[in-house]
């Protein structure tokens, strides 16, 4: 008999263009840099699919048996936070602060786990002067009216992310060039020349504020050193962001910048990228002030694989609330059932199909939407043989395994716990609503209300005797 291959865990790297074997470069640690938030507003539910993917990846590592040293930058001074603060007549500081802080109020919300190197572009000014000063004596980069850019021209492997072909681009380069200061258009800044009235720094390198690209690369390299092993963000930032970041790092250190690049698709509306400029976008708080739980935005933002885009409907979110509560009502029958004594051999079989099943998904480039049906095939099976008396007390212990396997990655199990918490004569009053609509036939209704009291912890379970329910 063959035994299906143990496979290993794999990404896509952007880099290679294939499907690759990942371990760490050395030892047991992942070195990993994701790019982080603007804050210059509220992130919407677009850039959560990108810190969701993040945020599974981590779990899917570490379930793998990796520590983590993972690096997440704040990008706290950019043109629109400088033009916003002035608006609201605010430091920079004080505006970033109260952004920085949605924002992680945002992840935890969402259950994102924070980094182990939180950083802050504003924190690493005079790193980011001295890395210039280096790229300076490298002649890597010029100086036009006070701005210091990168010359694209130094770094032969431009394009080498992105998959760009720019040879024979420079000369040409200059016919569209519309920043006359520049000497090619692809050169940019690291450097920017101070304004009247701009917040500023003075360094070795003269007054003035970093470009975003130079960021990246400094805090990167400071806390993880020259080579990393995996370094994710969104789609859009491979061209010209990851591209920028590469072409410094790799003319500062001569070594490649990271080994693995790993990049989540977007979160569409209506066919476009959700987006910011373009209206089409909601925050988070936007979804939890219309009743939608955490878990089930999590869930809709991780249930489709990293790579393919995914498209927000609020049919999905729907959706995704429902499949969520099916895995509750599972796990609550797991939990308190009585099952004949003894184990099931063939139940034990599927349990342990499901776990092979589950785990072997997620090594393949985090497929989660395979690993999702594994576990909701593996519940409905599950359920079909606890109602035969096909499910043994001795086969709850696995069970209950898998599922905190699953919900180490997912973690959506626990209901989010809302401020104003049900009391028990709420509870009371609701389950008599409930029992009202269903004599009354109003079902969706009667599942408005289970729905309702599940969003804040309390399951129900109609036995029986009667209904009974279960605070989480
Ligand atoms: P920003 O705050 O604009 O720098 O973006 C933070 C992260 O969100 C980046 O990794 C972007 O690639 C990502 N992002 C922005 N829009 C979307 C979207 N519609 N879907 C998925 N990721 C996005
Ligand atoms: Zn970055």
């Known amino acids: 008999m063959k035994f299906p291959a143990i496979m290993a865990l794999r990404f896509y790297n952007t880099l290679s263009q294939r499907v690759e074997e990942f371990q760490p470069s050395s030892g047991n640690t992942v070195r990993l840099y994701t790019c982080g938030p603007t804050v210059y507003s509220f992130a919407h539910i677009g850039n959560f699919r990108t810190f969701t993917f993040v ?44 952004y920085t802080q949605a924002f992680l109020d945002d992840c935890a919300t969402l259950r994102l786990e924070v980094a182990e190197h939180l950083v802050k572009a504003t924190d690493h000014i005079g790193d980011m002067a001295r890395a210039i000063a280096r790229l300076t004596e490298g002649r890597h980069t010029y100086s036009s009216d006070g701005s210091i850019y990168f010359r694209i021209a130094t770094f032969p492997g431009y394009g080498k992310l992105s998959h760009n072909d720019f040879s024979g681009n420079l000369a040409g380069a200059r016919v569209d060039v519309d920043e006359y200061e520049k000497a090619d258009a692809r050169d940019f800044a690291q450097w920017k020349a101070p304004k009247d009235g701009e917040t500023s ?19 990167a390299i400071k806390y993880l050193g020259e080579t990393l092993d995996i370094h994710a963000g969104g789609v859009d930032l491979i061209f010209p962001h990851h591209e920028n970041e590469i072409a410094q790092s790799e003319s500062l250190t001569g070594k490649p910048f990271s080994r693995f690049w790993l990049h989540a698709e977007f979160l569409m509306v209506e066919g476009q990228k959700m987006a910011k400029s373009l209206g089409n976008y909601f925050t988070l708080r936007d979804l939890t002030a ?12 991780a249930s489709v694989p990293y790579r393919k885009s995914l498209n927000f409907t609020f049919d999905g979110l729907q959706a995704a609330q429902m499949a969520i509560e099916r895995l509750r009502r599972f796990k609550l029958r797991l939990d308190t059932d009585k099952f004949p004594e003894g184990a099931n051999d063939r139940a034990a079989a599927r349990t342990e199909a499901a776990r092979q099943a589950f785990v072997a998904s997620l090594d393949d480039d985090l497929n989660t939407a395979e690993s999702l049906a594994a576990v909701f095939e593996y519940a409905r099976d599950a359920n079909s043989a606890m109602d035969a008396g096909q499910f043994g007390a001795e086969n709850r212990a696995a069970a209950l395994r898998l599922f905190a396997q699953f919900d180490a990655v997912f973690d959506v199990l626990r209901p989010s716990s809302s401020a104003g918490a049900v009391s028990d004569s709420d509870i009371e009053a609701l389950i008599a609503e409930r029992e009202a609509a269903r004599k009354a036939r109003q079902f969706a209704r009667a599942d408005q209300i289970r729905d309702q009291l599940l969003a804040q912890g309390i399951i129900l379970e109609d036995t029986k005797s009667g209904v009974r329910s279960k605070r989480k």
């Open 290 to 301: 219309r009743g939608y739980n955490p878990e089930a935005i999590r869930y809709l933002l």
């Open 55 to 98: 945020d599974i990846l981590r779990r899917w590592l570490r379930a793998s048996g990796y520590r983590l040293d993972h690096v997440m930058n704040i990008t706290d001074v950019d043109d629109k936070i400088i033009r916003n603060a002035a608006a609201q007549k605010k430091s920079l500081s004080e505006y970033t602060a109260e």
């Open 201 to 219: 720094w003075v360094t070795e390198i003269g007054a003035g504020r970093p470009g975003w690209h130079i960021e990246c690369s400094v805090m």
